[in-house]
Nanobody, 115 residues
Framework: VQLVESGGGLVQPGGSLRLSCAAS????????MRWYRQAPGKERELVAG????????NYADSVKGRFTISRDNAKNTVYLQMNTLKPEDTAVYYC?????????WGKGTLVTVSS
């Protein structure tokens, strides 16, 4: 199982970024996927989740209305569209899934929101 995030970077407040997570080594289309983030000095927190077919999503209150999670099962990829970014969104963003009781994480991609 491999999860590889990309798309992070430096963006000004109010800007947008789209993160991608390319998955391999398992049947992507049957598993729930999540994005987490960890800011400096803070615990890792759930940002958003999406079910296997993409019809059910959930979000942390702090990102509702600004972030959108989606997936393309043909490309084995899950996305996180982040709009109206705030300095408090600065964190390392991780892709996650759980397969038969085992947690799998990507290495993360850094998002920095600063002027």
């Amino acid at each position: 199982v491999q999860l590889v995030e990309s798309g992070g970077g430096l963006v000004q407040p109010g800007g947008s970024l789209r993160l991608s997570c390319a998955a391999s080594g398992f049947t992507f289309s049957i598993y729930y996927m999540r994005w987490y983030r960890q800011a400096p000095g803070k615990e890792r927190e759930l940002v958003a989740g999406i079910n296997n077919l993409g019809g059910v999503t959930n979000y942390a209150d702090s990102v509702k209305g600004r972030f959108t999670i989606s997936r393309d099962n043909a490309k084995n990829t899950v996305y996180l569209q982040m709009n109206t970014l705030k300095p408090e969104d600065t964190a390392v963003y991780y892709c996650y899934t759980r397969i038969t009781g085992v947690d799998y994480w990507g290495k993360g991609t850094l998002v920095t929101v600063s002027s």
